[in-house]
């Protein structure tokens, strides 16, 4: 089987090494598009957002973009003016050296929060960063963006619009401090088709609600995290407006890329050993569905319990019982994947959970709650809480 081929046309890619990690490996990457593109995005949600966040949510409002350039192993979060001034002498050497608007180049980091960029670290090396731009430098971008990550993460998709072939590709990072809204994470995706910057954000909203934000690790929230999605119009259709049959096919082809990403995000989870589906049904509203899914999977005390393969099921429904959701604790159901171990807020039997222990030594599994109190679901993927966890994050910055 032939790997993937992750060439967009109009696109361009580079990934090295400046020194700013400690090992020595890639971290400052660079995708370019060869003519301006529509661009939307998303960005943390968090009150404390890192410099190339303050200025990306600035220049995102034209709707242009050419150019990303990414480092990993430093934030440059928590960095006062400072922060901004280098984050914008980043895309301005990115700028001149490309003979582009510095506008229209996005900087995003992602590392280590509080400490200055090293920036002339990142000045020396950006002549090299633009001579090694070539279609097939995808890996080394991917590569570039990693900190904790222990695989690289990327997805593709192709479709047919208005008789033309167009390709999506969108590359991912992050491990940890994965929360919703979004995650602690940063990705990106790229086309060549061609879609108006108004359409095209509202397009990547609607698949972040079914992927970016379905997901957890351990409910924390990054200062960085940001999503871009540049389309070139390189695939040489007419301009989609609107949503309509043809906007339809870009948004199927958006989901399926943003899903296994986020999908891929999880499997990596610091420390993680277990792949968790939760999923809270029979809810009165979608938001009970959506708190009680969550209280369960932000639960130290039921991540555990799935690293320790402990079907205590006592923590399921103690973590549903702060969560604000209206239900009746005499009418829930939990099902480890098939096998009913929770009836009407009761434990079925021994056998039951003997079975459900033997389900949790599965890599993946899923967990059902059925609150039996309307018609309402929400599912959030997540993992257990691992010792490596903690030896990875009470070691972060040595």
Not at 131 to 147: F, H, K, N, R, Y
Not at 177 to 192: E, H
Not at 331 to 356: M, S, Y
Request: a positive charge.
């Amino acid at each position: 089987m032939k790997p993937p081929n992750f060439r967009v046309l109009g696109f361009l890619f580079s990934g090295i090494s400046a020194g700013i990690k400690k090992d020595g490996k890639k971290d400052l990457g660079l995708i370019y598009s060869e003519v301006p593109a529509q661009v939307a995005g998303l960005f943390t949600t968090n009150t404390v957002k890192a410099a190339p966040v303050q200025l990306g949510m600035k220049r995102i409002k034209k709707g242009l973009a050419q150019a990303v350039v990414v480092n990993s192993g430093n934030a440059n979060a928590c960095t006062g003016s400072q922060g901004l001034r280098d984050a914008e002498l980043v895309s301005s050497w990115v700028g001149k050296r490309l003979g582009i608007d510095e506008t229209l180049v996005f900087p995003s980091s992602t590392g280590v929060i509080g400490a200055p960029l090293p920036i002339k670290k990142i000045e020396e090396v950006i002549p090299e960063l633009i001579d090694q731009l070539s279609p097939g430098g995808w890996m080394s971008t991917v590569e570039a963006i990693m900190t904790t990550d222990t695989f690289p993460k990327m997805a593709m998709a192709t479709g047919r619009i208005k008789g033309k072939t167009i390709k999506l590709c969108g590359m991912i990072k992050g491990a940890g401090m994965i929360c919703p809204q979004m995650a602690t994470m940063l990705s990106f995706l790229i086309t060549d088709a061609n879609i108006q910057a108004p359409l095209l954000q509202q397009m990547l909203e609607k698949a972040a609600e079914e992927s970016y934000h379905r997901i957890t690790i351990d409910g924390e929230m990054s200062t960085n995290d940001t999503v871009l999605l540049l389309a070139n119009g390189k695939g040489g259709h007419p301009i989609l407006t609107r949503m309509d049959r043809d906007a339809e096919v870009f948004q199927t082809m958006l989901l399926k890329v943003c899903r296994k990403l986020t999908e891929s995000l999880v499997r990596d989870g610091e420390g993680a050993t277990k792949f968790i589906e939760i999923l809270v049904q029979g809810a009165r509203n979608r938001e009970d569905a959506k708190r009680a899914a969550y209280a369960i999977a932000h639960s130290p005390l039921v991540k555990t319990a799935f690293f320790g393969e402990d079907a205590n099921w006592g923590r399921i429904l103690c973590a549903l019982g702060h969560c604000g959701a209206r239900m009746d604790p005499n009418r829930i159901d939990v099902f480890f994947d098939k096998a009913l171990i929770v009836k009407n807020g009761l434990g079925v039997d021994d056998r039951t959970e003997e079975k459900a222990i033997q389900i949790l030594k599965r890599k993946s599994f899923k967990v059902t709650v059925d609150l039996h109190q309307g018609k309402s679901q929400f599912s959030v993927l997540t993992t257990d809480l691992s010792i490596d966890y903690v030896k990875i994050n009470a070691s972060y910055r040595s």
